[in-house]
T-cell receptor
């Protein structure tokens, strides 16, 4: 069964601290993995997208890693800011844009 | 990057009425559009997939007669919630993908509240 699981479900950190969010998947055949940031009441915004051959990809303070062998990905956020408070969703694709499997998301709250 | 808009951003309607939500791809031709709904603190759930000029394909458990989807052009898809009930209150998000694109681009969402 194709599934995407994320942990933790929620996380509270102090402003300026780093954090790492986890994503495990059983989706097959794997095409690519994306991390999205979703602010409350807004649509998801793409942070990174990685294919099978990519191990790491950065976008500013966001760094995603992918281990296709263990089917795990992580999203590391450095020097967190209050504006990082959002839900972070891991999405795995099975071939093209039409077949996406969504994780349940990690709700990150950054406090001053 | 590709931009997808939705209108309205939020709508309140009375039970039994119908409401239409528009999804537009602003700077690319969307051969495929997707409609999702999202309940509080839950992830997105795919409702249906529509290809321009074709009937939409609905996910299991989604009533096609209740959620009418039209994708008449390469830049516009509409979702009409017919005879809305309070349990239809949710956050509806569309996304779009162009020919040869391997990524869906999401709209900002529409908050529907049925009273």
């Amino acid at each position: 069964k194709n599934q995407v699981e994320q942990s933790p479900q929620s996380l509270i950190i102090l402003e300026g601290k780093n954090c790492t969010l986890q994503c495990n998947y059983t989706v097959s055949p794997f095409s690519n993995l994306r991390w999205y940031k979703q602010d409350t009441g807004r649509g998801p915004v793409s942070l990174t997208i990685m294919t099978f051959s990519e191990n790491t990809k950065s976008n500013g303070r966001y760094t995603a890693t992918l281990d296709a062998d263990t089917k795990q990905s992580s999203l590391h956020i450095t020097a967190s800011q209050l504006s990082d408070s959002a839900s972070y969703i891991c999405v795995v694709s099975v071939g093209g844009a039409n077949n996406l499997f969504f994780g349940t998301g990690t709700r990150l709250t950054v406090i001053p | 990057g590709a931009v997808v808009s939705q209108h309205p951003s939020r709508v309140i309607c009375k039970s039994g009425t119908s409401v239409k939500i528009e999804c537009r791809s602003l700077d690319f031709q969307a051969t495929t559009m997707f409609w999702y709904r999202q309940f509080p603190k839950k992830s997105l759930m795919l409702m249906a997939t529509s290809n321009e000029g074709s009937k939409a394909t609905y996910e299991q458990g989604v009533e096609k007669d209740k959620f009418l989807i039209n994708h008449a052009s390469l830049t516009l898809s509409t979702l009409t919630v017919t005879s809305a009930h309070p349990e239809d209150s949710s956050f509806y998000i569309c996304s779009a993908a162009g020919l040869g694109h391997y990524e869906q681009y999401f709209g900002p969402g529409t908050r529907l509240t049925v009273t």
